[in-house]
């Protein structure tokens, strides 16, 4: 029996990252906020507010890909913030193919005003599905 976890998890954007919260009990998300901050520092300050309050155990931060599953400019980028994440914070890190978040998020009117936070609740939710689906394997 796994000892319950809390998770952070990230959608990256050059502009804005969205970042949302859950635990691997009731595996469900919540959206916490959407950074836009003018720099890296800024950012990684805020970041690092939010740890201190939520006390995650693991991270989780989504990697854009073209549909087909090739890899692009933000794959890298977002890939590179997620190498800073477990630099910085020494936290692990974890992956979840993000190809259709945001397409899922743009019709709802209720996510709008945060949809890059509600966008990080559909990567963390999918992060538990695939580890539900890994553990009963």
């Not at 029996?1 to 952070?8: A, D, F, I, L, R």
């Not at 899922?104 to 538990?128: K, P």
Request: glycine share 6%; hydrophobic share 40%; charged share 20%.
């Amino acid at each position: 029996m796994h000892k319950p976890s809390t998770m952070m998890a990230f959608d990256y954007g050059t502009r804005r990252v969205g970042v949302a919260v859950g635990n691997s009990i009731s595996k469900r998300g919540q959206a916490i906020k959407t950074i836009a901050a003018p720099s890296s520092d800024v950012l990684f300050k805020e970041i690092d507010c939010l740890l201190k309050e939520w006390q995650p155990d693991q991270l989780v931060v989504g990697r854009p890909v073209h549909p087909d599953g090739a890899s692009h400019e933000m794959t890298a980028k977002a890939v590179r913030f997620g190498n800073q994440l477990h630099g910085r914070f020494h936290l692990p890190v974890h992956w979840v193919d993000e190809r259709y978040t945001s397409v899922v998020l743009e019709g709802n009117a209720d996510v709008r005003d945060n949809l890059d936070a509600h966008s990080a609740v559909i990567i963390l939710e999918q992060f538990f599905a695939e580890q539900n689906i890994q553990s009963s394997n």
